[in-house]
């Protein structure tokens, strides 16, 4: 089990720097930076992270583990019967979670080109891996895209507009694509 110490100091030490890349730029960040915002050593830092790059790596791979998870819950959901909207309310602690807690580390890291490819790539995997579980015939590479596509979508508009549709939106979201889809 992990010290709790050492959770709140890594805590801490995402925080910074997650504020530092936010108003500075990654470019502009040092360990120094970080250290000093934290209110600990530049020794204490070593002993978390080798650099700002393994801490952009950590605040990466804790993203899409929580993505991974959280869509896991989703799909089982689903398997269960809820129907998507209800499936939705079901995951709104979840989505809060992606508002309150991922809103900003998301940020940070798509302002910086090479976390931000990896993120997109990590994400694509992840959701091509949670729709083909999905599907319940074999799917194709356009199904992956466009539906993929969209449930970025739906994530990047959480993250900008900091709230979640209503159960109207939702509504007249399913109605447009069927719509779309000619159904």
């Not at 709140?8 to 970080?34: A, C, H, R, Y």
């Not at 819950?73 to 991922?102: D, F, M, Y």
Request: aromatic share 8%.
């Amino acid at each position: 089990m992990t010290d709790f110490r050492i959770k709140k100091t890594d805590d801490v030490i995402t925080k910074s720097f997650v504020d530092l890349v936010i108003e500075n730029g990654f470019d502009n960040v040092t360990v120094k930076d970080i250290a000093l915002r934290s209110l600990i050593s530049r020794k204490t830092f070593y002993l978390h992270y080798d650099d700002k790059f393994a801490l952009t790596d950590a605040i990466l791979q804790d993203i899409l583990t929580w993505l991974d998870e959280t869509l896991e819950k989703r799909r089982l959901l689903i398997n269960q019967g809820v129907v998507l909207s209800n499936a939705i309310s079901k995951l709104e602690p979840e989505l809060r979670q992606l508002l309150t807690c991922w809103r900003r580390p998301i940020n940070a890291i798509m302002t910086i080109p090479q976390a931000k490819m990896r993120l997109m790539d990590g994400l694509k995997d992840i959701l091509g891996r949670h729709l083909q579980a999905a599907f319940k015939h074999p799917e194709s590479d356009l199904e992956i895209n466009v539906i993929g596509g969209m449930m970025l979508g739906m994530t990047e508009y959480y993250l900008q507009i900091n709230d979640f549709p209503s159960g109207e939106e939702l509504k007249q979201l399913s109605s447009s694509i069927r719509l779309i889809l000619g159904e």
